[in-house]
Each structure stands twice: as structure tokens, then as C-alpha cells.
């Protein structure tokens, strides 16, 4: 999993159907070293400006409890606290 | 997902079977940290400037609703807008 | 595998159910030529300071025995040594 | 997918059985931005120096049409043109 | 397939059961552009300072014959020869 920050939204009218109904965030990695922007689909509520942990890939696809859906990001939970030395 | 610009068009003649009849595009990283282009299966219509979604590895098969298929980039949404922090 | 340095924890209260229980470590790369800071569950027991052994994708929720889990990366084993060239 | 051109050959007696008889070629990605060279196995007969299509990662086996084969990169087609802003 | 070069080896008492036999060697990407280092399991009978064929994500354990398996990368092959512009 990738520590990164919900910056925003995207909107897409025009999509692939398993997408519909799906909150799609922008969320940026957070961890000093790495940059880089991604969408992740939003499985726990999180907010603008939260801090969270995003599985890319497959995992995304299982976080959804299913095979066929067209995601390969997703935020799969809202960070408390990091304690790590490094990373504010 | 990645946010990409939809920058051209790929032919190829000589190609893997499942390939045929597939809109192949180039897409650009269009999120300002990142960088690269990459060729994506085409399944919302997307046209030539437009910002676009993008899926990869696995998950670009599941979106064309088969695994069989030799794709591992698909466009699965045409953004209409992004609001988020640093992205224009 | 990554050879990676446990350098911290990190807290979850709201999370994706199959995330529950588990152990959630920050590591970083730790090969000399690569950066990058990551989240690992970990199932071997690892402690802060411990260089270990991280797989990514698929294989992590191999690691766990189960394909239905929202992880992406694992913490596989514990390194007694490393002997290798331009490794410290 | 990504654009590669084909740089060169690869031969390796002691090998995996399921790459027995494969063309293994090396590839440059080929975009401008990006960089670095792989090993592709050859399912569409391309040549030295020609411009090709590569798939990554499990799309490789299924470009074979078989899932057990220990190929994570493969030639899926033979680029014929590419017209596109920022590639020659 | 990445082309890599045989560093070394890691040792680890403590490991996912799946792990337990295998040969792990600490492999440097090896063509020029590319850096980075990682640890693959040798299915091959590699050793130290030879070229070989590296292969990531879920291949790694197809070329281990069973989908169990904590491993995410593999040596699949030994390099006799790399016969390709701007590789030595």
C-alpha cells in the first residue's frame, strides 16, 4: 500500500459501466521521497485533505469484493497516525 | 487509474489476433509530476486531446470484459473535470 | 522481493474489513540505488529497524493464503544477512 | 502498451522450460520520455530494428494464449505508423 | 524479462513457510539505462556474477509450476550472450 493525501475529484459522464456510482479521487503520494499523482476509487468515505492508504492493481479489484470491475486503485482506509521516522 | 491526454493513434498491421478491430491510442501522463506515453485500447470513444482515464495491467483486460485479450492499457472514462490541488 | 528497512507503524480505525487485525508497517527500500517509502502487512513478526524481505501485487495476498485480501504488500521474511556487492 | 523498438537478440541455453524455443528479443522503449531496455518474448515475428507494440506482466501469458509460461513481457504487434504530437 | 546481473545472496531464518528451500540471490539490473536491485528465486542454478533472465509479478510463480508461492520474482534463465546495440 502507498501512504498518499485525497487532493480531489474527477468527474467522467462517459465511462465504463462498472465504474458508475463509483467515488473517484485524486489522491497524491505522500511520503516524501516519491511523487506522483493517481485516481483511486473510495471504498471508506475519505475526505479532501485525509491522509490514506491506496492498493493498486488486482488488490484494487479484490478491495471491491469483485473480479470484473474496470479499477486498478483504491483507497481502502483512512490513515489515524503514521509513526515512522522520515515521514511527518 | 492514471489521468492521461489522448495524443494520437497507433496502426499495426501485423498483430496479436485479439488485438484486431481494438482503437489503439497514445495517452500521455497528464498530471504534472509524472511523465511517459503508453499505447491504451480505446473503449469510450475517446477523441484526440481530450484528458482520459486509464487503466493498466490486469485490470485492462477485465474492462474489456474478457482475460483472454493481449491489452494491459485501456481508456475506460473521458474526464469532463478535475478539481484538485497542483492540477490544472 | 525488495530488501527493505521496517522503519515504522501505521493506524487505521476506518478500513477496508479484510485489513482488520493486520499489522501495518512503513518500510523503505533499503538497496542503496532505490528510494521509496511503502506499506507492508507484515506476517513474520518483524520489528522497527529489521531489514526485510517485501513482496508487491499478487503475491502479497498469496503470502496471506487467501486471494480475497486488500493488501499489496507483505513483509515475507525476516534478513539474517545480505552478501552482496555494493550492499551494506 | 508501450512503443519499443527492437535492439536486439537474447540466447540462453539453461532456461525455464516453458521459454524453450521462444524468440527472446531485447526492446528499447521507444517514446522519448521514458527509457530502459527488456527482454520480450516474439509472438509476431518482428525484426531488428523495427517498432513494436509489448505487453507486461500477466497480459504476456495471455498473449501466448497459455497462463502456465514464464514470460512477463511479449511482442504483440508490429507497429506500421504512429501519429501522435511528441513522436517521431 | 528484466537482464540482470547475480550480486549475491540474502539469507533469512525467518520467512512465509512457501519460501522455505529456495535459493534467494540479490540481482542488479544490468543494462546501462536501468538501475536498482532486487531478490529473485533461482530456479535455474545461477551463481554469482553471471547474466541472467529475471521475471516479476504473478510470472514469478507461474515458473514455479504452483500459485502458492511468496514470490515475486524469478531467475528463469542464465544469459550466454546479449547480442543488441548499446548493451555489452
Known amino acids: 500500500m502507498e501512504i498518499c493525501k485525497v487532493i480531489g475529484h474527477v468527474w467522467a459522464t462517459k465511462k465504463e459501466s462498472t465504474l458508475s456510482g463509483l467515488k473517484l479521487m485524486v489522491v497524491r503520494r505522500d511520503t516524501g521521497a516519491e511523487d506522483g499523482v493517481l485516481v483511486a476509487a473510495d471504498i471508506v468515505g475519505a475526505g479532501i485533505g485525509e491522509r490514506v492508504l491506496v492498493v493498486s492493481g488486482s488488490t484494487a479489484r ?3 469484493g469483485r473480479d470484473d ?3 486498478d486503485a483504491a483507497i481502502v482506509g483512512i490513515i489515524d497516525s503514521v509513526e515512522a521516522e522520515g515521514i511527518n
Do not use: D, E, P, R
Open 62 to 64: 479484490k478491495a471491491f
Open 69 to 71: 470491475i474496470a479499477v
